[in-house]
C-alpha cells in the first residue's frame, strides 16, 4: 500500500478546493489500481470537500486539531467537529505549526493522543532543521521527536499510524532530500516503531515529505522503504499532482502483479 497525501496548507477558498478535489478524481479515473489519497483542505473547504469525494477512494484529512474535549477554545478545531465533516485523517506536529504557531512536543503529543482516542488516523510529522542536518545530528533529532510524540499512545486495534519525515530544509526548498538519506531515515523510523513501539509492519506506515514534484515522485515511491508522500506546493497544481498520482498508481499496479 503505498499513500499520497496532499497538504493544501492556508491556500484556496471553497469553489477552489472543490475544482481542485474534481481534478484529483478526473486523474485517477481509469486506475484500477490506486494507492490510498488523502487531500488536506483548509479547515472552510473541509465539508463541501466531503461532499465531492463521497462514494471515492479519496478520502479527508485535517492539517491540525485542537485538544479533545469541547468548550472554551476559541479559534481551535475539535475533533468531533472533523469527524462530523468527514475527515478520517489528521496532521499533527507539523514543522509550521511547530515553528509558526509554536506547537511544542508535548503539545504535538497531546494533540496525538486526542486524534487517535478519537478514532482518526494521525499523521504525524518529523523531521530536522538544516542547522542538525550539517552537524551529523538527524536521526537523534527526530527519534527524539518520534518518543516525545509516542509516549504513552494506545492504539487501538485497527488503528493506524502515519509518520511523515519531513526535513524542515526541504520543504517548499525545489530540491528534496537525497534518497539515499531518506532511506536511511526510514528505516530509523521503522526499527524505532518495531523494536521500542512493538508495533508491526501493519500498523504503520512511513512518507517522506519535502519537494515533492511529478519528477521526482516515483523514485521515492518504488522504494519499499517509503510508504507514501506527504505533498504541499505540487499538490496545489493538478498537472504536477496528477504526474504524482500516476506515478503512485504505476508503483501499486506493478505491486499487484508480482
Ligand atoms: P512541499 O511541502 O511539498 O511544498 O515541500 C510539504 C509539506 O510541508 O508537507
Given at each position: 500500500m503505498k499513500y499520497v497525501v496532499a497538504?493544501?496548507?492556508?491556500?484556496?477558498?471553497v469553489r477552489e478546493s472543490i475544482a481542485l478535489a474534481r481534478g484529483v478524481l478526473r486523474a485517477i479515473q481509469g486506475h484500477d489500481q490506486l494507492p490510498q489519497i488523502v487531500v488536506c483542505p483548509s479547515a472552510t473547504a473541509l465539508s463541501e470537500v466531503h461532499k465531492l469525494l463521497t462514494r471515492s477512494h479519496v478520502l479527508l484529512g485535517a492539517q491540525n486539531a485542537g485538544p479533545d474535549k469541547s468548550g472554551a477554545f476559541t479559534g481551535e478545531i475539535g475533533l468531533s467537529q472533523l469527524d462530523e465533516v468527514g475527515c478520517t485523517f489528521v496532521i499533527v506536529g507539523h514543522s509550521e505549526r511547530r515553528v509558526?504557531?509554536?506547537?511544542?512536543d508535548a503539545v504535538v503529543a497531546e494533540r496525538l493522543r486526542a486524534v487517535v482516542s478519537a478514532g482518526l488516523t494521525p499523521i504525524l510529522c518529523v523531521g530536522e532543521p538544516k542547522d542538525i542536518r550539517d552537524s551529523g545530528k538527524e536521526t537523534a533529532y527526530v527519534l527524539r521527536q518520534l518518543s516525545s510524540a509516542l509516549a504513552d499512545l494506545k492504539l487501538s486495534r485497527n488503528q493506524k499510524l502515519l509518520v511523515a519525515y519531513e526535513p524542515i530544509w526541504a520543504i517548499g526548498s525545489g530540491t528534496p532530500a537525497a534518497l539515499k538519506d531518506v532511506l536511511v531515515m526510514h528505516e530509523s523510523i521503522r526499527k524505532f516503531l518495531q523494536?521500542?513501539?512493538?508495533?508491526?509492519?501493519?500498523?504503520f506506515a512511513v512518507l517522506y515529505g519535502g519537494s515533492i514534484e511529478g519528477k521526482n515522485a516515483y523514485q521515492f515511491l518504488?522504494?519499499?522503504?517509503?510508504?507514501?508522500l506527504l505533498v504541499g506546493?505540487?499538490?496545489?497544481?493538478i498537472n504536477e499532482f496528477t504526474k504524482i498520482l500516476e506515478a503512485a498508481c504505476d508503483v501499486v499496479e506493478a505491486q499487484a502483479s508480482v
Open positions: 497538504n493544501w496548507k492556508m491556500n484556496l477558498g509558526h504557531f509554536h506547537e511544542t523494536e521500542d513501539l512493538h508495533l508491526s509492519d501493519e500498523r518504488r522504494e519499499s522503504e517509503v510508504d507514501g506546493g505540487a499538490s496545489l497544481k
